[in-house]
């Protein structure tokens, strides 16, 4: 393996590697746009002076060879949006792969299958879901974002540029210097009948999010799961709800022993203990109704205005294929406090990393610090 840098008047040319057959060739040109170039002729270098006729000749060839991308970001909810809108803005020319349907969520992520969001900053008057994403999108193009509604769905991170290989055009692969991916996590469904119909209408994945929403106040509000999320959002939702269920499929909790004590010690909260959600149901607008099966009994209808379900997110890391690490439940494991991943110029941002916070700015504020992050490391390159 050699390393040359070869330089002309607009152009800095690295002959990367080279074999007895082939020789690797990249090119940084004046406007540090890289190209990959693959050659079976041979550059003549001559005490450090480059041949410049050969060097121009594979100029020109390199002109109609791939591009090498400086940043690709995978994933499009408010982590994706945030590192394309800052790339975009230090003309890194980010490319992104939004996802198409991509682990059941919509193009936008998980904030196009909420209606109100309240708690994100700059905005006194609720703004929808979808709404917020569709600002964030038109915001990431204003910042010179190139968007392709397609899924990754597969890279090869062994050695830079990584390859990515994108849905329907897999013999068309993306070379990259860096990736960031932000991919996010997907909200675990029962899929009882009525689920569908009443979702964002009474059933939601996330009470930190939802649960101060007027449709929840003062109402019987049910919270399936028994680990420590379950607990902790039941115990939230006491600060609205006039009671909360929580409905465990076991005669004990997978909780950790303090937060079962917190839950048992709250007046609002009573635990079904052995008991399954069976299907909820509404008056066409809005949920009224669940019917839950305690182990033994017959199924039972309840009133209650509000369905929460805590009963884990899958982070959307399939795709890898073990090339990044991964913590045991498959979160993407970023290292101290940054977004870099166990490989060098692969960073992570947003609900794939995080299983803690799981906030649409959270998950911002990580998608800043992976494009400074990336940044960083280009310049380091280069
Ligand atoms: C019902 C609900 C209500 C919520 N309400 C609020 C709220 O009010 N306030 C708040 O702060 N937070 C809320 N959240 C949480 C918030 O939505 C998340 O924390 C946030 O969306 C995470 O952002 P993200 O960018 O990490 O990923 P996500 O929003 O999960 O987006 C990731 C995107 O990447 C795409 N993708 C996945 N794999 C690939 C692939 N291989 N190729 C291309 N694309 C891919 C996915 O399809 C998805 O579109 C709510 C969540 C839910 C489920």
Redesign the pocket.
């Given at each position: 393996m050699i390393k040359r840098l070869l330089t002309t008047n607009s152009n800095k040319f690295i002959q990367s590697s080279s074999s007895q057959s082939q020789s690797l060739f990249r090119l940084n040109n004046n406007n540090n746009n890289l190209y990959q170039y693959k050659s079976t002729s041979t550059l003549t270098v001559n005490n450090n002076n480059s041949n410049i006729n050969n060097i121009s000749y594979i100029i020109r060839r390199m002109s109609t060879e791939q591009k090498i991308e400086k940043v690709v970001i995978?994933?499009?909810?408010?982590?994706?949006h945030t590192a394309a809108i800052y790339t975009g803005r230090a003309r890194l020319e980010p490319i992104m792969?939004?996802?198409f349907?991509?682990?059941g969520?919509?193009?936008?992520?998980?904030?196009t299958?909420?209606t109100e969001?309240?708690?994100?900053p700059g905005f006194a008057q609720q703004i929808s879901?979808p709404e917020l994403m569709d600002r964030m999108r038109e915001q990431s193009v204003h910042c010179g974002t190139r968007i392709e509604t397609k899924?990754?769905l597969r890279m090869d991170l062994s050695k830079r540029p990584f390859t990515l290989y994108i849905e329907d055009e897999e013999d068309k692969p993306v070379l990259a210097e860096t990736v960031i991916i932000?991919?996010?996590?997907t909200?675990k469904k029962m899929g009882v009948p009525g689920e569908e119909e009443y979702w964002?209408r009474g059933i939601?994945?996330?009470a930190v999010?939802?649960g101060a929403l007027p449709i929840y106040r003062n109402k019987h509000l049910v919270v399936v799961g028994g680990g420590d999320t379950a607990c902790e959002e039941a115990t939230f939702l006491t600060h609205f709800a006039s009671k909360v269920s929580l409905l465990v499929r076991r005669d004990e909790m997978r909780a950790s022993k303090a937060m079962q004590q917190r839950v048992l010690a709250n007046p609002k909260i009573t635990i079904v203990w052995n008991t399954e959600l069976v299907s909820a149901r509404g008056d066409g607008k809005l949920l009224t109704h669940v019917t839950v099966q305690t182990k033994g009994k017959e199924p039972e209808e309840l009133a209650a205005q509000g369905l929460f379900y805590a009963i884990g997110h899958v982070p959307?890391t399939a795709?890898l294929n073990n090339q990044i690490t991964l913590d045991e439940t498959g979160y993407i494991i970023t290292q101290g406090h940054s977004t870099k991943t166990n490989i060098e110029g692969v960073f992570a941002c947003?609900?794939?990393q995080d299983k803690i916070y799981?906030?649409?700015?959270t998950?911002a504020g990580t998608g800043c610090m992976a494009a400074l992050e990336a940044e960083r490391f280009l310049s380091e390159q280069h």
């Amino acid at each position: 393996m050699i390393k040359r840098l070869l330089t002309t008047n607009s152009n800095k040319f690295i002959q990367s590697s080279s074999s007895q057959s082939q020789s690797l060739f990249r090119l940084n040109n004046n406007n540090n746009n890289l190209y990959q170039y693959k050659s079976t002729s041979t550059l003549t270098v001559n005490n450090n002076n480059s041949n410049i006729n050969n060097i121009s000749y594979i100029i020109r060839r390199m002109s109609t060879e791939q591009k090498i991308e400086k940043v690709v970001i995978v994933g499009s909810g408010p982590a994706g949006h945030t590192a394309a809108i800052y790339t975009g803005r230090a003309r890194l020319e980010p490319i992104m792969f939004e996802g198409f349907m991509a682990g059941g969520v919509a193009a936008g992520g998980q904030l196009t299958t909420t209606t109100e969001i309240e708690n994100f900053p700059g905005f006194a008057q609720q703004i929808s879901g979808p709404e917020l994403m569709d600002r964030m999108r038109e915001q990431s193009v204003h910042c010179g974002t190139r968007i392709e509604t397609k899924n990754v769905l597969r890279m090869d991170l062994s050695k830079r540029p990584f390859t990515l290989y994108i849905e329907d055009e897999e013999d068309k692969p993306v070379l990259a210097e860096t990736v960031i991916i932000a991919t996010g996590a997907t909200a675990k469904k029962m899929g009882v009948p009525g689920e569908e119909e009443y979702w964002s209408r009474g059933i939601s994945a996330c009470a930190v999010c939802d649960g101060a929403l007027p449709i929840y106040r003062n109402k019987h509000l049910v919270v399936v799961g028994g680990g420590d999320t379950a607990c902790e959002e039941a115990t939230f939702l006491t600060h609205f709800a006039s009671k909360v269920s929580l409905l465990v499929r076991r005669d004990e909790m997978r909780a950790s022993k303090a937060m079962q004590q917190r839950v048992l010690a709250n007046p609002k909260i009573t635990i079904v203990w052995n008991t399954e959600l069976v299907s909820a149901r509404g008056d066409g607008k809005l949920l009224t109704h669940v019917t839950v099966q305690t182990k033994g009994k017959e199924p039972e209808e309840l009133a209650a205005q509000g369905l929460f379900y805590a009963i884990g997110h899958v982070p959307n890391t399939a795709f890898l294929n073990n090339q990044i690490t991964l913590d045991e439940t498959g979160y993407i494991i970023t290292q101290g406090h940054s977004t870099k991943t166990n490989i060098e110029g692969v960073f992570a941002c947003g609900d794939v990393q995080d299983k803690i916070y799981r906030q649409a700015i959270t998950a911002a504020g990580t998608g800043c610090m992976a494009a400074l992050e990336a940044e960083r490391f280009l310049s380091e390159q280069h």
